[in-house]
């Protein structure tokens, strides 16, 4: 589910998450089984996993 006012630049791959509005996720980023709060910004390249019983959560504002 992604949230209104995402930004996901060419290449990023988001699988099976939760987006918050606001949030950012640099080119290349791969983000799956995931919950990212409000304004979050995910830098180019980065890879997020998390699971399906256990998600990752990314809190408000943070940048990874």
């Not at 060419?10 to 919950?35: L, N």
């Not at 979050?40 to 997020?48: A, E």
């Amino acid at each position: 589910m992604i949230f209104r006012e995402v930004d996901i630049e060419d290449g990023a791959e988001v699988r099976d998450s939760i987006i918050m509005q606001g949030s950012k996720i640099g080119a290349g980023a791969s983000i799956r089984y995931c919950i990212l709060d409000k304004n979050v910004t995910i830098r180019p390249g980065t890879k997020l996993l998390g699971s399906i019983d256990h998600p990752l959560v990314v809190d408000k504002g943070d940048t990874v």
